[in-house]
């Protein structure tokens, strides 16, 4: 099981944060988490259940970890083993997620797919995202797969769908002419393009584009 104590600065103080697998106990507060981040008029169903986090500690507790400061969670981030074959990247969240309940996690996949990550609206100013990030890329060496992947959101792009394709609007966040509160996060956290999926998920402000990002097993070159 995974366990990481370290101290992570905000506004130049350190702040002892832990993380961690995520159990039973801590359901209460993963879908609290969700009802913070994801208001009404959001749909309440869909937020995570507690079928979707038993799944996710039963199937893979590996891959289910959250992030807790002083006793209260702060964060969490979900994950399967996938087969992913790069030359046939299209797919959807729903698909490769089964939509969150993960049943088709595969034991032997070679491909770490995140799922979901989440972090409380009172800590998103401590830049905690990436501390989960980096977790989730041990996972990666731990058990020696090829990459980390998963689909991000491009919440910007509605604003500039006129003007610009989802290829030269990704172009212009990896050469730093604009800026995307997922994609550039993605991009600090040592993520890298590999293809935009049309109809990844129902997202208005993507206009329903995904961009698949991955994070190679430095260890595991193929």
């Not at 008029?41 to 500690?57: A, D, G, I, K, Y």
């Not at 964060?75 to 698909?95: K, Q």
């Not at 600090?188 to 935009?196: F, L």
Request: with cysteine.
């Amino acid at each position: 099981m995974y366990r990481k104590e370290i101290y992570h600065f905000h506004e130049g103080k350190p702040l002892k944060v832990v993380v961690r697998n995520y159990q039973k106990a801590d359901f209460n507060q993963l879908i609290e988490i969700q009802q913070e981040s994801f208001p009404p008029p959001f749909p309440s169903e869909l937020w995570w259940n507690e079928e979707q986090l038993t799944n996710h500690v039963s199937l893979f507790p590996e891959g289910a970890l959250c992030l807790e400061i002083e006793g209260e969670l702060a964060g969490s981030m979900t994950s399967l083993l996938v087969s992913f074959d790069t030359a046939n990247p299209n797919h959807t969240w729903e698909e490769i997620t089964d939509n969150g309940y993960i049943r088709n996690h595969q034991r032997d996949g070679n491909t770490l797919y995140v799922v979901d990550l989440c972090i409380r609206p009172s800590f998103r100013k401590h830049k905690l995202g990436k501390v989960l990030m980096d977790s989730m890329y041990d996972v990666v060496v731990y058990h020696k797969l090829e990459r980390l992947l998963g689909g991000g959101r491009m919440p910007g792009y509605k604003k500039l769908a006129q003007d610009l394709t989802p290829e030269q609007y990704l172009e212009k966040l990896v050469q730093g002419e604009l800026r995307d509160p997922v994609i550039s996060f993605l991009l600090q956290c040592g993520r890298m393009p590999v293809a935009i999926v049309r109809n990844y998920l129902e997202d208005e402000d993507s206009c329903n584009y995904g961009v698949l990002m991955e994070w190679k097993n430095p260890f595991n070159q193929r």
